[in-house]
Each structure stands twice: as C-alpha cells, then as structure tokens.
C-alpha cells in the first residue's frame, strides 16, 4: 500500500470584499499517496486553482483567507508552519506548475538564472553545477539547443517552450508532491504526450504524488488514478478513474462525460450543460448544481447534499444519486 503523501480536511478559503464572503474552497476534503496522480477536475470558476494555490499558502491576504481546515503533507500540518518554513518548502519538496507561464517567469532574467535559482536556494552547490541542471531540464522537457537557451529570456520564447521552461523549473528539485495547474495548455499534441509522460515516468520513479488540474478528461483517464470532481467550490464525486468513467453517479460528472467530442460521432451540436457555474456571491439555496440539474428534485432545491459514499472509495454529493444506489 502506497505511503499517505498529502491530506486535506475540510478546507476552506473564503474571499472578502465590502461585506460580501465568496466561498471560493467550501469544505473540500481529499488525499493523494506517493506514486499516485489525483485529478482535480470542472469547469472554470468551480475553485480548482484556488484549491492549489491554498495547498501552497499562496492566497493574497487580502481579499483572501483560508478560514479552516488542515493541509497535511508527509504528516505535518502547512497550516501550522512559519512564513519562512512555508518559502523552504514550496520549490523543493512541494513544486507547482502555473498555467500562465508569463506570470510565473521573471521577464529580466534568464530562464537558465532562474531554473537555476531554484537549485542554488534549495539545494546549494555552485552557480555552475545548477546551471549545468538547468540545461539538463531543458533537455527533459523537450526544449531543442538546452545550452543557447538558457541564456534566452523569457519574452524570446514562444508560449510552448515558456510552459516547458516553467515545468523544468518546477521539476528542478525532484519534489515529493507536484501540483499541476493545466500543464499542457498551451503545448502542441505532441510535445502535450511528452510532458505528460515525463511527468508520470517522474512520478513513478520518485514516488512523486501529483495533482493534476486539467479540463480535459482524456489526459486523465490516461494519466490519473483518481479523479475529484468540483463544482462551485465543493467536491461532488471522488472515484477511481476507471471506476467513474464506467459508472459516473452525479448528474453534473455525467453532464462533463457526455460533452467529450467522440471519434466517428454524426454531425450535430456537442452536448452541453445548461446554464453556467453559479457566481460565488449569489449561491443558489440547497444544492449549488440544481438550478442546471436534470434530474433535480424539491428537497434539491433546499438542501445541502453532503458527500456519502454510495458504493466503496465513490463518494457522491447528491441526494438523488443516493436515493437511487438504495433501490
């Protein structure tokens, strides 16, 4: 049995703006074990990348603020470590790759000098020897003349290479947990197939737990062991991979797997889900899916569903899918 590498209990981050609260993370609760990949997927807006940036104490405070909940990694509670203590941890043992590439690189240094920092601030060494590192992650990921590159600036590099310069950065230190913002954004299918399997080739090597937050539900039904499905800031369903894609229970999991483009299908509109995500400032009352659920019932429309497992390792969020396992 794999090792409990990170788990999140109840957590909760809450935006405040003039007296309003948006309940960006509302009690959302998972884990994930050395060597496994959990995928964290749903539409924009659902709290995915909030969810993220919360396991790396990462919310600007303010408007943000993680209200409660426990982040354990390796048995050690994040939320009770110092700034400083947290700033040692997030590059080397904790790595994350961002989804705006742009954002996360400094546009007046190198992309060898700051894949480079990263080594010389968490695992010492000269300048030289992590700059030698520096060219090998290149190399890993897929960037052609690794050694002229490193000297290039951020703004020199097209929107691809800029990503895969952002993953050698986060892969520099080998890290236990690795977070996934959409890695593969804005990467062609090919080199898309190559991070991807160099991040689970990493995984399996390392024994590195990932999270990986994507909208598209071919990477992890290829990729991932489990998935956890949010909407409006909750996690509605949790099952293996092979267990939720064969019997999807929530309506809003089914709404997702029903919309996937299929190979040979007739001409014809895409399925789609009605309506949008509910805005975190006018949450409907009861369940925040029934307002756009087809299956939805009175008690739906009143009350909260809380996450109860149906069958073994599948919790779900739904009072109707609860009702019908029971029949």
Do not use: W
Request: with cysteine; glycine share 8%.
């Amino acid at each position: 049995m794999s090792a409990r590498l990170l788990e999140v209990r109840d957590l909760r981050t809450h935006f405040f703006n003039r007296g309003t609260v948006a309940k960006a993370v509302d009690g959302v609760s998972f884990h994930v074990d050395a060597g496994e990949m959990l995928a964290l997927v749903g539409e924009s807006g659902c709290g995915k990348s909030v969810t993220a940036y919360s396991l790396l104490r990462l919310i600007a405070d303010p408007p943000g603020k993680i209200v409660g909940g426990e982040i354990l990694f390796e048995g050690h509670d994040l939320m009770k470590l110092s700034d400083d203590e947290m700033r040692r941890l997030r590059g080397d043992r904790i790595a994350m790759i961002f989804q705006d590439p742009m954002s996360s690189l400094n546009p007046v240094f190198t992309i060898g000098a700051q894949i480079a920092e990263s080594v010389l601030v968490h695992r010492g060494g000269t300048k030289a020897a992590a700059l030698s590192r520096a060219v090998e992650l290149l190399d890993l990921v897929g960037i052609p003349d690794s050694r002229r590159r490193i000297d290039e600036y951020p703004h020199r590099l097209s929107g691809g290479m800029r990503q895969r310069a952002v993953i050698a950065m986060a892969l520099a230190c080998e890290p236990k947990l690795l977070i996934a913002d959409e890695p593969t954004t804005a990467l062609d299918v090919t080199i898309q197939a190559q991070v991807l399997a160099l991040i689970s080739e990493l995984k399996q090597r390392l024994g590195m737990g990932v999270i990986m937050i994507t909208h598209d539900l071919g990477v992890v039904a290829q990729h991932a062991q489990r998935v956890a499905v949010m909407y409006a800031g909750k996690i509605v369903e949790q099952a293996a991979v092979a267990d939720l894609f064969s019997r999807p229970l929530h309506p809003y999991t089914k709404g997702l797997l029903a919309s996937i483009p299929r190979q040979g299908a007739s001409g014809g509109r895409l399925n789609e889900i009605p309506g949008m995500v509910p805005s975190l400032l006018a949450m409907p009352r009861g369940c925040s899916f029934a307002p756009r659920c087809p299956k939805a019932v009175d008690r739906c429309t009143h009350h909260v569903p809380s996450l109860a497992d149906i069958s073994p390792l599948h919790p779900v969020s739904c009072f109707v899918a609860q009702q019908e396992a029971k029949l």
